[in-house]
């Protein structure tokens, strides 16, 4: 039995959809517990802040032929050495209702946030800790019309 219950929202790893050599780090003070994205001192921690996501995004150029509205979120997870990992995607109409929007723009997003590489590692109490992050994308006539949080 662990020592203690696993946090609401924690994502196990599973073997068809993790990278085997993404690994969780651990310590003595806090073994393999992981904090959210708002915890520490930096909510939001990657190079260039989010408008670099936004303008990389807006590069890729990554939008449905429907004419699709709601919203797609990647929650993942970065480890104390900045890697990402164990992605979920969860999708959403409007009226924050769960409902598949377009398989093929979900997926597209999904590799999107994977492909971003400057996640940094936040500090707690002057440990290097893992930390769970999302992206939602607001989709609007196919499109996405912004990156929150």
Request: glycine share 6%; with cysteine; aromatic share 14%.
């Amino acid at each position: 039995m662990k020592k203690y219950p696993a946090t609401v929202g924690d994502i196990e790893f599973d073997k068809k959809l993790d990278d085997a050599d993404f690994k969780k780090c651990s310590s003595e003070k806090w073994g393999h517990f992981s904090f959210q994205y708002y915890q520490g001192s930096k909510q939001f921690s990657y190079r260039g802040e989010k408008i670099a996501i936004t303008e990389k995004l807006k590069k890729e150029n990554i939008y449905s032929e429907k004419c699709i509205n709601g919203y797609i979120t990647v929650r993942f997870l970065v480890n104390c050495e900045g890697k990402a990992g164990l992605f979920r995607v969860q999708h959403m109409t409007m009226d924050l209702k769960d409902s598949e929007l377009d398989a093929e723009l979900e997926n597209r997003l999904l590799q999107f946030t994977k492909s971003l590489n400057g996640w940094m590692p936040k500090e707690i109490k002057g440990l290097k800790v893992d930390y769970y992050q999302y992206l939602t994308y607001k989709i609007e006539n196919g499109k996405v019309s912004e990156v929150l949080p």
